[in-house]
């Protein structure tokens, strides 16, 4: 079945980076391409971008410009997502989720497990 | 920015008919999709485009979208879809959701 199946979770200091992966399974890893979107604790979704796997073409919302970046191995089927200059605002679960294009708009299924990051000095 | 609002939260009996909505602005040509997270868990899609089920999405759930309001209907509402429903929708090469909204099922 397709999977997603993300990396554990993260413990880092402000100003520092982390890097999360997200291994696909199940289908063509180079027809789909992988969102990654975020939830503070006790808060909503938040759509973070996405990466083209055949292309590794990117867009990324606006409000992580110049902080995050993503890429992917296809050899081995794995997605990542890497952002920098980390703030305490950034602990949060990162999910990595399969887009899926049709008529016109983006829907995802399946999501990864979710991955915790933390930042705190 | 394109935003989607829904309503903080929803109570419903079991067996009723539960109503979650979301509002944007030219929905009328935006496909909206649902998703359901229960606690600790990932987000799961109930709807896609709008009114479409996912294959293993019970029958119970149902969707519409008229006018500027999207809604998801949980008819026959049972315990275990207890959980947060978030709307989602694409505006201008953009990823949006709606804030989520608690379906408390009492």
């Known amino acids: 079945q397709v999977q997603l199946v993300q990396s554990g979770p993260e413990v880092r200091k402000p100003g520092a980076s982390v890097k999360v992966s997200c291994k696909a399974s199940?289908?063509?890893?180079?027809?789909?391409?992988i969102h990654w979107v975020r939830q503070a604790p006790g808060q909503g979704l938040e759509w973070m971008g996405w990466?083209?796997?055949?292309?590794?073409?990117?867009k990324f919302q606006k409000n992580f410009q110049g902080r995050v970046s993503m890429t992917r191995d296809s050899s081995i089927t794995t997605a990542y997502m890497e952002l920098t200059r980390l703030r305490s605002d950034d602990t949060a679960m990162y999910y990595c989720?399969?887009?899926?294009?049709?008529?016109?708009?983006?829907?995802?299924?399946?999501w990864g497990q979710g991955t915790l990051v933390t930042v705190s000095s | 920015s394109y935003e989607l609002t829904q309503t903080p939260s929803v109570s419903v009996s079991p067996g009723q008919t539960a109503r979650i909505t979301c509002s944007g602005e030219?929905?009328?040509?935006?496909?909206v999709s649902w998703y359901q997270q229960r606690p600790g868990q990932s987000p799961v899609v109930v709807v896609y485009?709008?009114?479409k089920r996912p294959s293993g999405i019970p029958e119970r759930f149902s969707g519409s979208n008229s006018g500027n309001t999207a809604t998801l209907t949980i008819s026959g509402t049972q315990a275990m879809d207890e959980a947060d429903y978030y709307c989602?929708?694409?505006?201008?090469?953009?990823?949006?959701f709606g804030g989520g909204t608690k379906l408390t099922v009492l």
């Open positions: 485009e709008d009114y």
């Open positions: 989602q929708a694409w505006d201008s090469g953009v990823v949006v």
């Open positions: 989720a399969k887009g899926i294009a049709e008529a016109g708009t983006w829907w995802f299924d399946p």
């Open positions: 990466i083209n796997p055949d292309s590794g073409a990117t």
């Open positions: 199940g289908y063509t890893f180079t027809d789909s391409y």
């Open positions: 030219k929905f009328d040509n935006k496909y």
